[in-house]
């Protein structure tokens, strides 16, 4: 928008000045021309006059004339006479008669030949007859061949100046339609930085109530708007955190109850039933936690601080390998992910990430698989963590949803999985100015990337 204010109002000053130089320019072109052409008739004429007086003194005095002319101005006299003995000057000789001398000659008519029709030629030309006397007859003509080099110099002279100064004024146009655009359009962007913090889900952000009515208006409007919806987004991260807080009191009491009733039942068939509610109820559990976790994120984002990846690893991997020895399964650590790699996270964030992505690979893998934990250096300024199963892995379409919360693909059992582990590791790696997405593992199954910020520091001692 900036761009186009600008180029409008340099526009607009274009055709200012052209409008007021191009006409100005001409009337000096054709007010020098004419100029020229008035002082050359003059001077043509008056020594016309000295041809027509005939005499000797007449001719002298002519004679000196042109030389002086000569030597003064780049114009080159020439006179011709009709009169039989009387020699002035060079004579033209008739062989030398063009329309002109021909028109002056038998006409009596003086003609200014500017030698093109565009401005002027290389010479201007001028033939004034001479009479004898007033009403007499003619008895011969002076033309004068005068150069337009000079005049050529002054028309580049009053075109150029023109010129540098049109250029001139449009650059300061420009510099001062920059600055002016700027500032009416700032409103506009404080706007729009507005709403790419909000685009980030930063419900905090608010515009300045500054420029003309129109964007004051809107601006209020807008915040006042975000300050509703900010209050509603809070009141029901509230309500989901405090709802999934309150129940998971009564789901632990229930989960003890079936326990203690599974204890106490021999029927292989009561039995079962009670297996399936304690499943029921752990999922649901699972579910309450993950909401609880999800609510807290998006309730508040903690200042990310250098963590030790490979200690945070280490520490994770040693948790989840007793359940993954129970099935076959080998977790392997591959990649760069010694002591000296640091990443700036949330305390506590990383942790929760990587419990639920090894929560589902565990769920996906096939007994004696192995799910590969793999560090390196990502595109650009980042690290990249990988966890590669060799499960069913997903489709495009299953990807393209797999963020969505409660959304369970057709790869999990679905048995205790709440459909939100995925949307609590998008929302805590956004937070740390992380990012996660799902890709196609080499010889199948599914490899979860993990994008982390490199901390300031990446050594330790």
């Known amino acids: 928008m900036?761009?186009?204010?600008?180029?409008?109002?340099?526009?607009?000053?274009?055709?200012?000045?052209?409008l007021f130089t191009v006409p100005v320019a001409f009337t000096l072109t054709t007010q020098l021309k004419g100029d020229t052409a008035v002082s050359v008739k003059r001077e043509a004429s008056t020594m016309a006059l000295l041809?027509?007086?005939?005499?000797?003194?007449?001719?002298?005095?002519?004679?000196?004339?042109?030389?002086?002319?000569?030597?003064?101005?780049?114009?080159?006299?020439?006179?011709?006479?009709?009169?039989s003995g009387q020699r002035c000057l060079g004579m033209v000789p008739p062989a030398g008669r063009d329309q002109a001398l021909t028109r002056a000659l038998e006409k009596g008519e003086p003609t200014t030949d500017w030698g093109s029709s565009f401005i002027w030629g290389p010479d201007l030309v001028i033939t004034v007859p001479a009479h004898q006397r007033a009403d007499g007859p003619v008895v011969g003509?002076?033309?004068?061949?005068?150069?337009?080099?000079?005049?050529t110099s002054r028309l580049w002279s009053i075109w150029g100046?023109?010129?540098?100064?049109?250029?001139?004024?449009?650059?300061?146009?420009?510099?001062?339609?920059?600055?002016?655009?700027r500032r009416l359009t700032r409103p506009l962007r404080q706007l729009n930085d507005m709403a790419s913090k909000f685009s980030d889900g930063d419900l905090t952000a608010r515009s300045p109530v500054t420029g003309p009515r129109e964007t004051q208006t809107l601006a209020r409007t807008l915040n006042q708007g975000a300050e509703r919806l900010d209050t509603l987004m809070s009141a029901q991260r509230n309500f989901v955190a405090d709802a999934s807080h309150q129940l998971r009191t009564p789901l632990t009491a229930l989960r003890l109850s079936l326990d203690n009733i599974a204890d106490g039942v021999d029927d292989e068939y009561a039995k079962e039933d009670v297996e399936q509610a304690t499943a029921e109820v752990v999922r649901m559990s699972r579910l309450v936690n993950d909401l609880l976790v999800l609510a807290r994120a998006e309730a508040k984002v903690t200042a990310t601080e250098p963590l030790a990846l490979g200690d945070v690893l280490e520490e994770r991997l040693s948790v989840w390998r007793p359940a993954a020895d129970e099935r076959g399964i080998t977790i392997a650590l591959r990649g760069n992910a010694d002591g000296r790699l640091f990443v700036m996270a949330s305390p506590g964030h990383l942790d929760q990430v990587l419990d639920n992505v090894l929560s589902n690979a565990l769920e996906v893998s096939p007994d004696g698989g192995t799910i590969t934990v793999r560090v390196e250096a990502g595109e650009g300024d980042e690290i990249a963590l990988q966890v590669l199963d060799q499960g069913p892995g997903m489709s495009d379409g299953e990807k393209s949803r797999a963020f969505d919360r409660f959304w369970r693909g057709q790869g999990l059992t679905g048995r205790s999985g709440s459909g939100l582990g995925l949307a609590v590791v998008k929302q805590l790696l956004t937070d740390d100015g992380g990012a996660v997405a799902l890709r196609d593992a080499p010889g199948g199954g599914l490899c979860v990337w993990i994008s982390l910020r490199p901390a300031a520091q990446r050594s330790g001692g």
């Open 51 to 83: 041809l027509g007086d005939g005499s000797e003194a007449s001719c002298r005095a002519l004679a000196e004339m042109a030389m002086a002319y000569g030597r003064q101005t780049p114009g080159d006299v020439q006179v011709v006479s009709v009169v």
């Open 2 to 18: 900036i761009r186009q204010l600008v180029r409008s109002y340099v526009l607009l000053v274009a055709v200012a000045v052209a």
């Open 161 to 181: 100046f023109r010129a540098v100064l049109a250029v001139f004024v449009l650059g300061v146009a420009a510099l001062v339609g920059a600055v002016a655009a």
């Open 141 to 151: 003509a002076v033309r004068i061949v005068y150069s337009t080099r000079d005049l």
